[in-house]
C-alpha cells in the first residue's frame, strides 16, 4: 500500500507524517484490524482496503483500488450512504455510522456496520481522506430476522455493536485509542485515556479481572496470542458493557515479549443480552417439555438422540443420559401389534421428505425390560431459519388403556355379552365369508342351527337368573363340540348356530349329534330342583351350488327335527 499521503499530495503535512511514521501506524492498524477497513478519498474513489475487507466482500487483492466507493453499497442502500458521506466529508457530520448493504462478490447483498470519519490537513484544514469501519453484521442480522419468525414476543432486532481500533506499543509507551473506542465506552473525544493498566483493570467486572489479567500477562510474555476475549467493563455512565476484544502481538522483542499488540473492541452487551434471553428461553423450554404428560424425543440430522424428557425416559426405559447419541431405533423400538415387524420409522420419513408424520395405529413401544405399551403420536422435522432440515422431534403418547377399551368395545359389538360366544351381526359377517369362499370351486360347509328343548319351563319356574346360567352352561357345550376352525354363535334368546368349515353333511351330523348328547347331557340344578334340557339341531350345506338362505333352511330343518320329537337332527330339505 502506498502510503495516503502520497496519493492526496500532502506530503509536507505534519499529521500525515506523524500518522504515517515509520512504516506507516495508519497501515498496520488497518491491516491488523478484525473488521473491514477502507480509505475513500474526497472524490470518492477508493484510495486503500485491508485484506478483511477484501475477505468480507469475496474480493482479489487491490480489486477496488481507484473504484468509485459507491459501487461497493447495495443500490438500494446507496443514496443513504452517499449523502452520509458528503456530510461527513463537508464537515456537515462528525461522523458516518450506520447499517446497510454492500455487494459481496458472489452477487449477495452483505449487512454491515459502516462507521467513517474524516481526515483533516493540519497545516490547511483540507479534508485529505475518509477512514472507514466496516462490520460483518450478516450473521446478527439473520440471527435476529430467525428470532422474530419463531419468537413472536422478540419483537426487536439486534443491533449491532461499533467496533474500536487500539494500539498498544509497549517500546514507545504510545497508545492509540480510535473515537469509536471512546464512543462505545463514553468516553469524549478530546479526553485523555490514562493507559496504566491498573486504571484499565479498575473499569472491570471484578469477576473478570484475574481471568482477563491472566490472559493478557500470558500475551504479554509470548505465551498466547489470543484472538478473542470477552469481559465486562463499566460504561462511563455507570452501567456494564460487555467487550469482546480481538487483537493480537504484531512485534515482539528477542526473549518473545509482546512489545506491540492491535486489536478492536466490540459492544457486544445487546448480543449477550439476546444470548442470555434465548438461554432462559430454551430453559422455559426445558421445563415444559419435562412438565408434560407425553414422551418427547428429539434427534439430529442423523436420527440419533439430542433429547428425552422423563416420560418418554419411563416409556422407553432408558435414561436420558443412556440414550443421548444413540441411534433412535435403539432406543425407541417400535413394533407392529399385528405382526411384530418393525414398524415404520416416521422420524427417518420425516427427516427424509420434510413432512410430518404420524405413527400407525397398532404401534407397540418395546420398553428397555420387555414391556411393551401401545402408543400414538407424530414425527415433525425441525428446521433451521433458512427451512434446512437439522433434526426432528418424535411426540408420543401411552394409548394402552385407550386400545384395551378399544378392544373391549370392539368385543362387546361381536360377542354376546352373556355367553361369550359371537353374536349374530358377527355370525352374519362369517357366513358370507363361508358362502363367498365355498363357491363353485370351493370346499364345501355346513351349517347347524340348534334350538333348546324344555328351556321355557327353566325360565318359567326358576327365573331369569337360572336360564342365563344354563345358557352359559349350554355355550360351553358347545364350545367343547367344535373343531378348532369351527365358528359358533349365539343368536338371541335359546338359539344357537355351529358353522362348520370344510365339512361334508356326513360329518356335520355326526358334530350335530354330539351337539345333542352334549347338551342332554347337561345336569343343572338351581335352588334344590333339577332340570333336564334337550336340544334339537337342523343342517344345512353351504356348497357352491348351495343358493338362497342357509340359516333359513336350517332354521326350518331345525323345526322339522323339533317336530319329530325333540333332541333330534334334520338335514335341510334339498331345493327344488
Known amino acids: ?34 473488521v473491514g477497513m477502507a480509505l475513500v478519498g474526497i472524490d470518492r474513489r477508493t484510495i486503500y482496503v485491508n485484506r478483511a475487507y477484501e475477505t468480507m466482500l469475496g474480493l482479489a487483492p487491490d480489486e477496488r483500488l481507484g473504484r468509485p466507493s459507491e459501487e461497493a453499497i447495495f443500490a438500494d442502500d446507496r443514496a443513504t450512504v452517499m449523502l452520509h458521506f458528503e456530510q461527513v466529508v463537508r464537515g456537515e457530520r462528525a461522523e458516518l455510522r450506520l447499517e446497510c448493504r454492500m455487494n459481496h462478490k458472489d452477487g449477495q447483498p452483505l449487512w454491515v456496520l459502516i462507521t467513517a470519519s474524516l481526515l483533516r490537513s493540519d497545516s490547511t484544514g483540507r479534508p485529505l481522506y475518509v477512514i472507514v469501519q466496516i462490520i ?28 474500536g481500533v487500539w494500539d498498544h506499543d509497549v517500546r514507545r509507551d504510545d497508545m492509540f485509542y480510535s473515537r469509536m473506542w471512546r464512543r462505545m465506552r463514553g468516553i469524549p473525544d478530546d479526553e485523555d485515556v490514562d493507559p496504566a493498566q491498573d486504571k484499565w483493570l479498575a473499569r472491570l467486572h471484578p469477576d473478570d479481572v484475574p481471568r482477563v489479567l491472566a490472559t493478557v500477562k500470558k500475551q504479554d510474555h509470548g505465551e498466547d496470542g ?29 526473549e518473545g515479549n509482546a512489545l506491540r ?126 427451512g434446512h432440515v437439522v433434526g426432528a422431534v418424535l411426540v408420543f403418547k401411552d394409548i394402552t388403556d385407550t386400545q384395551e377399551q378399544q378392544r373391549r368395545l370392539a368385543h362387546s359389538a361381536n360377542h354376546d355379552a352373556l355367553t361369550g360366544l359371537p353374536n349374530r351381526a358377527a355370525f352374519a359377517r362369517r357366513l358370507a365369508e363361508a358362502m363367498r369362499q365355498a363357491g363353485p370351486d370351493g370346499q364345501p360347509a355346513a351349517l347347524c ?27 360351553q357345550a358347545i364350545r367343547r363340540c367344535c373343531r378348532a376352525n369351527d365358528f359358533a354363535a349365539r343368536l338371541g334368546g335359546d338359539e344357537f348356530v355351529l358353522l362348520l368349515d370344510d365339512c361334508t353333511l356326513a360329518n356335520a351330523r355326526r358334530v350335530a349329534g354330539k351337539l345333542v348328547a352334549a347338551v342332554g347331557g ?51 330339505s334339498p331345493r327344488r
Open 1 to 34: 500500500m502506498a502510503d495516503p499521503a502520497e496519493k492526496t499530495g500532502e506530503h509536507a503535512d505534519a499529521q500525515v507524517f506523524r500518522f504515517d511514521q515509520s512504516g506507516a501506524l495508519l497501515r498496520k492498524v488497518m491491516e491488523s484490524a478484525a
Open 136 to 163: 460483518n453484521i450478516d450473521r446478527q442480522k439473520r440471527a435476529e430476522a430467525a428470532l422474530a419468525a419463531s419468537e413472536s414476543r422478540w419483537n426487536h432486532a439486534l443491533e449491532s455493536a461499533g467496533q
Open 226 to 254: 489470543y484472538d478473542t476475549l470477552e469481559y465486562r467493563e463499566r460504561h462511563r455512565d455507570g452501567h456494564w458493557m460487555w467487550i469482546l476484544s480481538r487483537g493480537r502481538p504484531v512485534e515482539w522483542d528477542a
Open 261 to 386: 499488540t492491535i486489536g478492536t473492541d466490540t459492544d457486544i452487551t445487546r448480543l449477550k443480552a439476546a444470548e442470555t434471553e434465548l438461554a432462559e428461553e430454551k430453559e422455559r423450554l426445558r421445563v415444559t417439555l419435562e412438565s408434560i404428560g407425553e414422551g418427547v424425543i428429539s434427534t439430529d440430522a442423523d436420527e440419533r438422540v439430542t433429547f428425552m424428557n422423563p416420560v418418554a425416559e419411563a416409556m422407553t426405559g432408558w435414561t436420558a443420559g443412556e440414550a443421548l447419541g444413540r441411534p433412535l431405533q435403539q432406543v425407541f423400538v417400535a413394533k407392529s401389534e399385528a405382526t411384530g415387524e418393525p414398524a415404520i420409522d416416521q422420524v427417518k420419513a420425516c427427516l427424509a421428505s420434510g413432512v410430518a408424520g404420524e405413527i400407525e395405529d397398532d404401534v407397540i413401544l418395546a420398553a428397555r425390560d420387555g414391556t411393551g405399551r401401545g402408543v400414538s403420536g407424530t414425527a415433525a422435522p425441525v428446521r433451521t431459519g433458512n
Open 449 to 475: 342351527f340348534i334350538d333348546l328343548d324344555r328351556f321355557k319351563p327353566v325360565n318359567d319356574t326358576a327365573g331369569h337368573a337360572a336360564g342365563d346360567a344354563l345358557l352359559q352352561k349350554v355355550a
Open 522 to 572: 347337561i345336569d343343572f340344578a338351581w335352588n334344590g330342583a333339577a332340570y333336564r334340557i334337550g336340544a334339537s339341531v337342523g343342517i344345512a350345506p353351504i356348497t357352491g351350488e348351495t343358493g338362497g338362505d342357509p340359516l333359513a333352511a336350517a332354521d326350518a330343518a331345525c323345526y322339522e327335527a323339533k317336530a319329530a320329537g325333540r333332541g333330534r337332527v334334520a338335514m335341510a
